[in-house]
T-cell receptor, first 113, second 107 residues
């Protein structure tokens, strides 16, 4: 299994508070991704990174920001959490580029009350 | 944008049965992946299959890129095969996901 961990695994927070989710990889892969999954749906891309300090927006980036200061860590921040951001968040990595084979972390279940 | 449709949406089978899951996509794609999401939520890579046929144990997959579909075959189903099966295609370097097929294998 690809060495991908996410923290925290579960979080409950209140509307309006900032939240940061962490993705850590031990594979030294260049590409990292954040997705969200909502009930009855596949995954939707939030942001992705193609190198240290190199990031770009995905399909559903509004309300989210990311940072990548080291190859192994990719952070997702909700500056002011809203109830619509209640979801399961998955991190993924890829050794090649976007659209190539991706491997997923265990997910973080976030509830915004 | 590209549309990805999976069928059937739900499938209930007895242990030992065979099944075929289908993924249709509306435009040409560079790559296609199949994933299994188990009942605990973990996403597991099954196949990376932009074209052709691959097999891994009881599972196999075929992608016919020119006709814009892919099939996932599961033979001799086991209860551990239960979960949701997703296909995802690469369009403009983003993975676009289908809604999944929920598979329940009864003992």
């Amino acid at each position: 299994d690809a060495g991908i961990t996410q923290s925290p695994r579960h979080k409950v927070t209140e509307t309006g508070t900032p939240v940061t989710l962490r993705c850590h990889q031990t594979e030294n892969h260049r590409y990292m991704y954040w997705y969200r999954q909502d009930p009855g749906h596949g995954l939707r891309l939030i942001h992705y990174s193609y190198g240290v300090k190199d990031t770009d927006k995905g399909e559903v980036s509004d309300g989210y920001s990311v940072s990548r200061s080291k190859t192994e860590d990719f952070l997702l921040t909700l500056e002011s959490a809203t109830s619509s951001q209640t979801s399961v968040y998955f991190c993924a990595i890829s050794g090649q580029g976007l659209g190539y084979e991706q491997y997923f972390g265990p997910g973080t279940r976030l509830t915004v009350t | 944008g590209i549309q990805v449709e999976q069928s059937p949406p739900d499938l209930i089978l007895q242990e030992g049965a065979n099944s075929t899951l289908r993924c249709n996509f509306s435009d040409s794609v560079n790559n296609l992946q199949w994933f299994h999401q188990n009942p605990w939520g973990q996403l597991i890579n099954l196949f990376y299959i932009p074209s052709g046929t691959k097999q891994n144990g009881r599972l196999s997959a075929t992608t016919v890129a020119t006709e814009r579909y892919s099939l996932l075959y599961i033979s001799s189903s086991q209860t551990t095969d239960s979960g949701v099966y997703f296909c995802a295609v690469d369009s403009n370097y983003q993975l676009i996901w289908g809604a999944g097929t929920k598979l329940i294998i009864k003992p």
